[in-house]
């Protein structure tokens, strides 16, 4: 069965800066891919070659067996692309906005109304309302509703959620399930790392290589050492602390807990007995399983190391 995505050996590089390092990795059919990554780390260029906005330095791409250079207009006709920064015509009203890409894709919103329906009846009410003046939330369904239009196979979602509200990052990744129920084949981009266990399987992206690809739980079951959380009252007294430590591995803060790991041989109890010498009030020392974020930090670590 053909993939929905295949790429071999891509690279890439802005002057002296590499982008992209042999950059491997399928997608298949109706699968909901995720590219895991902090900023800088090369999700926006991958997508933009993907998308054949971008013609990679080496290696090869195919979107839906087609050849992102030699294909490129084909391409365009079957994908959907929605860029990180908010694209759409800010002056045209959300209607004339999701009209235009309908007419540009020789179809009208009637032709696809069902693909967007859930999406376009929240915004619905405020179809008359200039697209520059919707919320982040509003802004987010609409170019999704606008990527969608024309019924692509593949989707391209690149850092979708970013600087979007709680509740509004729920409904998106609740709309993708559905999407993908209609097989459309959906890759999305992102720094957060909690919408990593959303996706079937996720690429963790770091400077340009991946470090892993994998399903979210065997990545998290793959860790290999016991994860500790740990808490205090003076937090970053109790960090110092830690990384002053010989026999702690890695420590690193999350959240209101510190998540560490400790060398073979050298135990929880020891440790807390330590920082209990040396004044620490408050100690919480619990074991945890590892997350996505503890898995990249590790998997980054090794890669600097």
Not at 170 to 176: C, I
Not at 206 to 224: S, V
Request: aromatic content about 8%; glycine content about 8%.
């Amino acid at each position: 069965m053909m993939k929905a995505v295949q790429v071999e050996h891509i690279s890439k590089s802005y002057g002296k800066v590499m982008a992209l390092q042999d950059i491997s990795f399928e997608v298949n059919r109706g699968e909901l891919f995720g590219i895991i990554g902090p900023d800088g780390a090369g999700k926006s260029t991958l997508f933009r070659i993907l998308t054949t906005l971008l013609l990679p330095a080496g290696g090869t791409a195919k979107v839906d067996g087609l050849d992102t250079v030699k294909d490129f207009k084909e391409i365009r006709k079957r994908v959907g692309y929605m860029p990180g920064k908010f694209s759409l015509y800010q002056d045209l009203s959300v209607e004339e906005n999701l009209t235009f890409f309908a007419t540009v894709f020789q179809t009208t919103i009637q032709e696809n109304y069902h693909l967007i329906e859930d999406i376009y009846k929240q915004i619905e009410p405020f179809k008359t309302r200039k697209a520059g003046a919707l919320s982040g939330g509003m802004k987010q369904k609409l170019a999704l509703c606008c990527a969608l239009i024309h019924k692509p196979s593949v989707l391209f979602l690149d850092e979708p959620t970013t600087g979007v509200d709680p509740v509004s990052r729920k409904e998106f990744w609740e709309m993708l399930k559905r999407l993908k129920q209609q097989g459309i084949s959906i890759l999305v981009s992102t720094p957060y790392m909690d919408e990593a266990t959303l996706c079937d399987r996720i690429a963790l992206i770091r400077q340009g290589k991946f470090l892993n690809i994998d399903t979210p739980e065997h990545i998290m079951d793959a860790f290999g050492t016991d994860l500790w959380a740990i808490r205090a009252q003076n937090m970053y007294a109790l960090l110092q602390d830690l990384r002053a430590n010989e026999q702690v591995l890695s420590s690193f803060g999350f959240g209101d807990m510190h998540h560490i790991t400790l060398k073979e041989g050298y135990s929880a109890a020891q440790l807390r007995c330590e920082l209990e010498e040396k004044g620490h009030k408050g100690l919480l020392l619990e074991s945890v399983r590892p997350n996505i974020e503890d898995c990249y930090m590790k998997l980054a670590s090794q890669e600097h190391e």
